[in-house]
């Protein structure tokens, strides 16, 4: 290692490093596949195996972060090898986002575990993916600033050009900002799409940013005639409008024939949307009369769920965030007020409450609610979620909430209502989870709620958005026929 300087030593004793723990990687999946298919191999080496591996992954990030640290300003990220650019951070912190591997206690011929997962599948090994904290998301967001953000047309050029120290970091953070002015979901959306158009015109060697109107007709044409859906193409044209729009270049899409192509393969590709059928209370009721039980925690959470998510057209997203520091009960007991504080509606998140009354009789959600939390034992003003995975205890033949602040997954709260609804005898396939809140809109629309309350209550920016929800009943459609002064001729 003569000639070798103190930091390539370093870099060299961390790619062996990175070696070794992918051999400890190797060698503990063959373990614990060997474990679970019945090898004598304990389940106690396997979890030592893991720990070691953990550890060992862990002190890794660690020093390769103290290495990125020392790396000068100048240096290009191609300098340093295997670490993803990812992983150079601007504040120095480390980015590790990975999957955390559980593996259940239960050998062949032993005792029960004291407590197995309820919300994750019949398998012995359940994975759960670590929580993303807020930072984490903008650092992914700048991360991929180099797929969206070119910043070498007009006015991005003037900015970077700009010289003066005291403007470093706010200049190198207008990119994060102006890729913020969209949703998460739909920055993502966005990204995946234009990555694609990129990869295409690669392919044909075309230019991608920016584009030539041409291109980008040929491209939504070849999209058309390999029959992509109409939301691909759709989702395919606003990647690329949007991306040119933030990099500040002549925008393809304002195009004629762009837009022309467009709008013939929306038509061409449309097809008859199919829409999940509303929740009803009598289908409620039914779920009620079954799973009613409130010490039953597993069934229980369901039905409090389903009455919630009805009572206040709650989306998904909106149900399974709730936080008890989001309720608030009447002093009166009349009615609970639920605190919706991200809403798809909400771009620039004010929040919204969600007012819920006490109806006094079987199906109240609010008498329902109260006796959930009591049961539970939840904290109030706590920012524990509500509605999350339960933990069976075999000892003690129990539920109880996981001690893991995460709400359930989209994935198994359709789960969840999907089996209820087939256990009552319903055609669970006719039903998802946004029936619970078209359910409430249709019940209030034929009760004749007023439309400014039921606009309120169910969040929407438009009319069409809020009569999209309502399925009219057979007496409603009736009554259009029965006012045209038929009946006294």
């Known amino acids: 290692m003569g000639g070798m300087s103190f930091k390539n030593i370093k870099m060299t004793l961390l ?17 614990r596949k060997e474990t679970t298919t019945g090898s004598l191999m304990s389940v106690t080496t396997v979890r030592i195996l893991d720990k070691i591996r953990r550890d060992f992954r862990d002190s890794f990030f660690v020093r390769m972060g103290r290495i990125l640290d020392q790396v000068a300003p100048e240096q290009s990220m191609e300098d340093i090898p295997i670490i993803s650019r990812s992983h150079h951070l601007s504040n120095g912190t480390e980015r590790r986002h990975h999957l955390q591997v559980e593996v259940a206690e239960q050998q062949p011929g032993t005792s029960a575990p004291t407590a197995t997962s309820s919300d994750t599948g019949p398998t012995n090994v359940r994975k759960r993916e670590t929580a993303v904290s807020q930072t984490q998301h903008q650092q992914q967001h700048q991360a991929a ?13 003037e900015i970077r050009e700009i010289q003066d120290p005291r403007l470093k970091e706010t200049v ?5 900002i102006v890729l913020n002015s969209r949703s998460e979901n739909t920055y993502k959306k ?12 690669k392919t044909f060697d075309f230019q991608d940013l920016p584009a030539s109107p041409s291109t980008v007709a040929v491209y939504l044409s070849y999209l058309i005639q390999i029959n992509s859906s109409a939301a691909v193409i759709d989702a395919a044209y606003y990647s690329i409008q949007w991306t040119h729009c933030i990099n500040l270049c002549n925008n393809p899409c304002d195009n004629s024939l762009v837009n022309l192509i467009l709008e013939g393969g929306k038509r061409l590709r449309s097809k008859p949307i199919v829409k999940k059928k509303p929740i009803t209370p009598e289908i409620l009721e039914k ?17 409090c769920m389903v009455l919630v998510g009805y009572a206040g057209f ?14 608030k009960f009447h002093q009166s007991g009349s009615h609970i007020e639920i605190k919706i504080e991200k809403s798809k509606t909400d771009v620039f998140r004010q929040g919204n409450i969600v007012v819920i009354a ?6 109240c959600p609010v008498s329902y609610l109260e006796k959930y939390i009591s049961y539970t034992g939840l904290v109030f003003q706590s920012e524990e979620f509500i509605f999350r995975a339960v933990t069976f205890f075999k000892k003690e033949n129990v539920y109880r909430l996981s001690k893991i602040n995460k709400p359930l997954t989209y994935t198994r709260a359709r789960e969840l209502l999907l089996d209820a609804l087939k256990t009552v005898g319903v055609d669970f396939k006719e039903y998802g989870l946004h029936s619970l809140r078209s359910g409430g809109a249709t019940a209030a629309a034929n009760n004749n709620v007023p439309d400014r309350l039921f606009k309120v209550h169910g969040r929407w920016r438009s009319e069409n958005a809020k009569d999209g929800y309502v399925l009219d009943s057979i007496n409603e459609k009736f009554s259009v026929t029965l006012n045209l002064g038929l009946c006294y001729l």
């Open 358 to 363: 006490k109806t006094g009789n079987k199906l």
């Open 190 to 201: 966005y990204r995946t799409y234009f990555l694609k158009f990129k990869a295409w015109c």
């Open 172 to 176: 190198l953070g207008m990119g994060n």
């Open 314 to 327: 709650l989306r998904y997203d909106e149900l399974v965030h709730i936080k008890m520091c989001d309720i």
């Open 287 to 303: 779920i009620m009369d079954k799973f009613s039980q409130v010490e039953n925690l597993y069934h229980s959470r369901l039905v």
């Open 15 to 31: 790619l062996m490093m990175l070696m070794m723990l992918l051999s400890l990687d190797k060698l503990f999946l063959e373990q």
């Open 145 to 157: 600033n180099n797929d969206l953000l070119a910043c070498t047309f007009s006015h991005w050029k």
